[in-house]
Every structure is written in structure tokens, then in C-alpha cells.
Nanobody, 126 residues
Framework: QVQLVESGGGLVQAGGSLRLSCAASTLTFSSYAWGWFRQAPGKEREFVAVIKWSGSSTYYADSVKGRFTISRDNAKNTVFLQMNSLKPEDTAVYYC???????????????????WGQGTQVTVSL
């Protein structure tokens, strides 16, 4: 079981920025794709962004495209989510997750991920 520890969440005003980090306790970090999801109260968990094992491909939900950037540092076993121009509707618990093998094109589906962090709260106020 891989341990994932998210950090960087908090309270920010609309238009502000936050940078989330997810540190993974695994020696095979660079072999996997990693994603970010979020879940607001009363809503289903939704895809935010994903980055391929090599970092060569990234995909974003339409709602965050142009504002969020996912990146990874394989030397530090860490994946990041830079969030700019935050809006109140971005308020949610954000989770990082490791995508299971062979599921790349299913990257928007939570079921294609086999390890999840505990989540970090992001709250955007007006």
C-alpha cells in the first residue's frame, strides 16, 4: 500500500492561489500516472487533472483548464497542483491518487486509481 500525503490546502480569497503537494512513499513513483480529484459537500468526487508517468502528457477538467497546472518531481516522489485565479466553486477537499497500471485513457474515472491520499481542504471565499 502506497502512502500519499497531501498538503498545501487552506483558506484563500477568490482570485488567489494555492499550491497543493502530494508526497508518495513508493520507490516506483516515476512509473505511474498521478491525478488530482476533488469532492465538494453533497457532490460526487470529480476529476481535476492528471499527469503521465513521464510528465509528457497532462489533462485537465474543463472547469480548471487555464487556471490549474499539474506537475511532478520524480526525484522527490511528489506531484503538485498549482491553482491560480481560484473561485468559490473550487471549494472542495482535494485528493491525489495513483492511477493503476494500464488505465491511462480512463484517467477521469476515480475507479482507475488504486491509491488515494487523505485529502486536503481548499476553501475559496468571496
Amino acid at each position: 500500500q502506497v502512502q500519499l500525503v497531501e498538503s498545501g490546502g487552506g483558506l484563500v480569497q477568490a482570485g488567489g492561489s494555492l499550491r497543493l503537494s502530494c508526497a508518495a512513499s513508493t520507490l516506483t513513483f516515476s512509473s505511474y500516472a498521478w491525478g488530482w480529484f476533488r469532492q465538494a459537500p453533497g457532490k460526487e468526487r470529480e476529476f481535476v487533472a492528471v499527469i503521465k508517468w513521464s510528465g509528457s502528457s497532462t489533462y485537465y477538467a474543463d472547469s480548471v483548464k487555464g487556471r490549474f497546472t499539474i506537475s511532478r518531481d520524480n526525484a522527490k516522489n511528489t506531484v503538485f497542483l498549482q491553482m491560480n485565479s481560484l473561485k468559490p466553486e473550487d471549494t472542495a477537499v482535494y485528493y491525489c491518487a495513483r492511477q493503476g497500471p494500464g488505465g491511462w485513457y480512463l484517467f477521469s474515472r476515480p475507479t482507475s486509481y488504486d491509491n488515494w491520499g487523505q485529502g486536503t481542504q481548499v476553501t475559496v471565499s468571496l
